[in-house]
């Protein structure tokens, strides 16, 4: 995602809570310090198929408004 950041293609990773300091630290790294992060509860693997739509409801509209974000 950071390579596609830095040549101006609109990109988000979705990060769960638990990682939120790793991804912000890689994100540095790798040079895209603004690189927006879409957050959701944490864990994500090993969810049944219910749990994995209450993440997307929870990722959902920050990807929305992302998007209103770019077009603005």
């Keep these: 995602m950071c390579e596609l950041r830095k040549r101006?293609?609109?990109?988000?990773?979705?990060v769960s809570e638990a990682f939120i300091g790793l991804a912000k630290?890689?994100?540095?790294v790798f040079g895209v310090p603004d690189l927006p992060?879409?957050?959701i509860?944490?864990?994500l693997g090993g969810l049944d198929m219910d749990a994995v739509?209450?993440?997307?409801e929870?990722?959902?509209?920050?990807?929305l408004k992302l998007v209103e974000k770019l077009l603005t």
Excluded: D, E, F, N
């Design 37 to 39: 992060l879409i957050v």
């Design 58 to 63: 929870v990722a959902a509209p920050q990807a």
């Design 53 to 56: 739509k209450s993440r997307v």
């Design 41 to 43: 509860p944490h864990p």
């Design 25 to 28: 630290t890689q994100a540095r």
């Design 8 to 14: 101006g293609v609109a990109a988000a990773v979705i």
